[in-house]
Every structure is written in C-alpha cells, then in structure tokens.
Nanobody, 126 residues
C-alpha cells in the first residue's frame, strides 16, 4: 500500500497563496505515478469534502465549485509528487488538507477508499 505524505500547510493571510505537496514514500513510490489523486479537506467541526482531482496521466482534472479558478492541481512524475496550488485564499478554506491515491479516476472524488496521507493544516486568518 502506498504511503502518502502531505506538506506545505501553514498560516496565511486572506488573499494569500500556499502550495501543498503530496508525495509517495517507500519502495513502491514510483507506482504513485500511475495513480489518480484527489485532494480533500476537513474544516473544523465539519465533514471531509472533495477539493480537486487529477488523473494518472495528468490530462484530466476536476475541481469543487468552491475552489474553481483559485486552486490548481498538477503533478510531477519525476518527483512522484502531486501539488495543489491555492491562490486567493479565504478564511473558509481553513481545514486539514488530505491527499488520496486511487486506482480509478471516478473514485478520486469520493471520501472513501484509496490510500490517504496524514493531512496538513491550512489556516487562513488575519
């Protein structure tokens, strides 16, 4: 099973930017390049929700309406890493952000199944 590690979270002011990374570790890390990957977030006291997804080839992406035009998902196969560039951040973007690897693209938008990372905290506050 893949082990995923998220990084890049932190405290940022409204309107600021952050780039999150999701990297695979271990001996099967290169298999990550053949996985479809989704980003999710869980705001304080709320359910986990879908944010963005990218296909294993990188030619398909999906975004939640709440982040369209502000967030961009991408991947670097040479680094076995998927990124989430977050611009124009709002206080309501505050959450723990998780990445998930899945075998099918349709599953990347679902909060169940797949291999998950431990999450990284993003706080948007002045």
């Amino acid at each position: 099973q893949l082990q995923l590690v998220e990084s890049g979270g932190g405290l940022v002011q409204p309107g600021g930017s952050l780039r999150l990374s999701c990297a695979a570790s271990g001996s099967v890390g290169s298999a990550f390049n053949y996985c479809n990957v989704g980003w999710f977030r869980q705001p304080p006291g709320k359910e986990r929700e879908f944010v963005a997804a990218i296909s294993w080839s990188g030619d398909a992406t999906t975004y939640a309406d709440s982040v369209k035009g502000r967030f961009t998902i991408s991947r670097d196969t040479a680094k076995n890493t998927v990124y989430l560039q977050m611009n124009s951040l709002k206080p309501e973007d505050t959450a723990v952000y998780y990445c998930k690897a899945d075998l099918t693209y349709a599953s990347t938008t679902k909060t169940t199944g797949g291999s998950w990372g431990q999450g990284t905290q993003v706080t948007v506050s002045s």
